[in-house]
């Protein structure tokens, strides 16, 4: 029986920071996986070096589910991004391990193709709606078939996602203030769907994501006001730790509705999927505690109709681009898998097998995940301590961002 021999966390920032984790196996095989917590992430690092690490050498690497309640019943403290980050880590590299031991894609472990290959969306963010409708229209001609709209609103500085003036989005210190005002924001975005919608066409699926900063009744007018442009989701309307506020919000549109980014937990997204309160769930692999709890949440959803459209931020590194790709292709009801491109340095670090073709991601037939870390390009990327900006309403009281 082969055994976690060593695991060792790796820290880099190829362009932005990631965490992720190799475990290595007395038969020389090893696995990486991703712990990536966007402006923590030396928490996961020292969750994972200082407790995990030292529960795992000695084990069978085969023994995926048992591994994962270890982690999870063993801590007896449970849930949490960091530490849900962390198991995550573990997760991914054990399935990319027993991938490569059994010489299969971790999608065909999973039970096989289910799909030829997952929707994308990606992102057009602009500081103008004539920017932002030019954007939409190329990723349209780019092959892209769903694309997010985000725009600057006029009397609002900076805000999330839209470019800085001068700079990346986020990741700074000293962290960025932004600026926020929801009517200015809800007059304006129905002008800015308008404008997509008529220059695009019936076709392209069109998303937009609120960022947590509506009221559920607020929600509600938004997503009625939108309906017209029928937008294939409108996401994190309202802040989600208060599930039952999505029924105000349900009771008011047809706009569908996603939430579910920073769920760590099928407990935290458990009511909304059983009163069917939303239509896609986007909970990622690396902050939804790896492959093993993604598969039972996305079970869980398929009885109650609701899809998966997990999280792709460039903030998740692109062994999460990975996992995504194989639960993509394997589970049935993945409807969607946001894209966005990592800067071009991270992909020198993480040379993967996953491509995104024609908006349609693949993730190839290598064993395993098919993502691997060069360590030697990563050491040329020290960690940048970072953080998130943060958000104001006109009166300056704090809001979310
Ligand atoms: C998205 C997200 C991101 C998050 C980011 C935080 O829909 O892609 O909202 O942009 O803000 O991942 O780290
Ligand atoms: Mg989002």
New binding site residues.
């Given amino acids: 029986m082969a055994k976690i021999e060593n695991a060792r966390v790796i820290v880099t920032s190829p362009g932005r920071n990631f965490v992720t984790l190799k475990i290595e196996t007395t038969d020389g095989v090893y696995g990486i996986g991703d712990g990536t917590l966007?402006?923590r992430e030396l928490a996961v690092a020292a969750y994972l070096r200082d407790h995990v690490v030292p529960m795992l050498i000695g084990r069978d690497p085969a023994d995926i589910e048992d591994t994962w309640q270890l982690l999870y019943k063993g801590a007896y403290w449970r849930r949490g991004p960091v530490t849900m980050a962390s198991i995550a880590a573990v997760d991914m590299a054990l399935w990319d391990i027993k991938g490569k031991v059994l010489g299969a894609p971790v999608w065909d472990l999973l039970g096989g193709r289910s799909r030829a290959a997952t929707l994308v969306y990606t992102?057009a963010s602009a500081r103008t709606i004539e920017e932002t409708v030019e954007q939409v229209a190329q990723l349209q001609a780019r092959g892209f078939k769903a694309v997010?709209a985000q725009c600057l609103v006029p009397g609002i500085d900076e805000m999330?996602?839209v470019p800085r003036q001068g700079g990346t989005?986020?990741s700074s210190l000293p962290f960025v203030e932004t600026g926020w005002d929801t009517s200015r924001y809800m007059r304006f975005v129905p002008k800015l769907f308008e404008a997509v919608r008529t220059a695009v066409g019936e076709e392209l699926h069109l998303l937009h994501?609120a960022?947590h900063r509506l009221s559920p009744i607020e929600a509600g007018r938004l997503g009625r006001d939108l309906e017209e442009f029928r937008l294939f989701w409108l996401?994190?309307a309202v802040p989600a730790e208060l599930q039952a506020a999505f029924r105000v919000v349900r009771q008011h549109t047809t706009t569908p509705l996603a939430v579910g980014?920073v769920f760590n937990n099928i407990h935290d997204c458990e009511q909304l999927v059983r009163e069917q309160l939303i239509d896609y769930l986007?909970m990622s692999a690396v902050h939804g505690g790896g492959i093993t709890h993604l598969r039972k949440v996305a079970a869980f959803a398929e009885v109650y109709h609701v899809k998966l459209g997990c999280?792709?931020?460039?903030?998740?590194s692109p062994v999460t681009m990975a996992a995504a790709a194989h639960l993509g292709l394997a589970t049935n009801n993945v409807a969607i898998q946001?894209y966005?491109e990592h800067p071009e340095q991270s992909y020198e670090v993480f040379p993967h097998h996953w491509s995104v073709v024609d908006g349609y991601l693949h993730p190839g037939d290598a064993p395993g995940l098919g993502v691997d870390i060069d360590e030697r390009a990563a050491e040329r990327f020290g960690y940048v301590r970072s953080y998130?900006p943060v958000s104001r309403k006109t009166d300056g009281a704090i809001s979310s961002?």
């Fill in positions: 966007n402006g992102h997010r999330y996602g989005e986020d994501d960022h996401e994190d980014e986007r999280h792709g931020a460039a903030d998740l946001e966005a998130l961002w």
